[in-house]
């Protein structure tokens, strides 16, 4: 989920306003779209993940994203506690579905946060306190979700998976160690920094991976990140 500073085969689409790009296969309103289509299962089916990032089915709209020059260190991990075909300019990238098809999709301009953020200016707050020098990603899902329910638009393993492979991408791009302290799921920043659980002031985002009874732990948010990284740098080999 979002926060500022200081406060709280797939159908695949790139979006950045007009002034950022300079071609595009079609245009709609004031932004342009990057679009590539191939068929694939249905939400919640299980797919084996790409053995390497040329083969994931959205690496084509991964290379439609505007990814700038500049300084970025860190890339933090959310679901959005939304439907699936819901993007939010909180973040940068986000992965989801529309029209029962798995898209990518950029959100947010990454020279925004390419400096120290401050109130006074225009960024993504997609991590508490982290924002600067920082890009947020996610997996549009988890609306109306508890630890023990994911509610009707749970994350399922591709959508985990194109997110994965999304932050990977972006790791490989800025030169990013896959390390916990250069990318993070919000709720290991939670646990660092002691906002970690379920009120509406707390995150959990990426503590766990699918519904169950047991109660939540700090515990299981830092493991569910570790198994996390291990899949990420999959890609990078």
């Known amino acids: 989920m979002d926060e500022p500073d200081g406060a709280q085969a797939s159908s695949v689409t790139a979006v950045m306003p007009a002034s ?61 506690a939304g439907p699936y075909d819901r993007p939010s300019s909180a973040y940068h ?10 898209f990518a999709e950029q959100t947010h301009d990454v020279r925004e946060n390419m400096r120290q953020v401050t109130p006074d200016v225009a960024y993504a707050a997609h991590t508490r306190g982290r924002n600067s020098y920082a890009i947020g990603v996610s997996a549009l899902s988890m609306l ?31 030169g990013i160690t896959v ?11 939670a646990v660092v920094e002691n906002y970690f659980g379920l009120l509406p002031q707390q995150r959990w985002d990426l503590s766990r991976l699918d519904p169950a009874a ?19 740098s999959a890609y990078l080999r």
């Open 20 to 80: 950022r790009l300079g071609t595009a296969a079609s245009s709609r309103g004031s932004g342009l779209f990057f679009v590539a289509r191939a068929g694939r299962p249905r939400p919640g089916a299980q797919v084996p993940a790409a053995l390497h990032l040329s083969d994931h089915p959205l690496t084509q709209a991964f290379a439609a994203f505007d990814l700038p020059d500049g300084r970025i260190d860190k890339v933090y991990l959310h679901w959005s």
């Open 93 to 102: 990238f986000v992965v989801g579905f529309r029209t029962g098809l798995l």
């Open 144 to 174: 109306d979700a508890t630890p023990h329910d994911f509610g009707p638009a749970p994350l399922t393993p591709e959508l985990l998976d194109a997110l994965l492979a999304m932050t990977a991408f972006i790791c490989r791009r800025y």
């Open 179 to 189: 390390h916990p302290q250069n990318v993070l799921t919000h709720a290991e920043c």
């Open 214 to 232: 047991e109660p939540l732990t700090e515990a299981e948010a830092l493991d569910t990140g570790e198994a996390l990284r291990r899949r990420i």
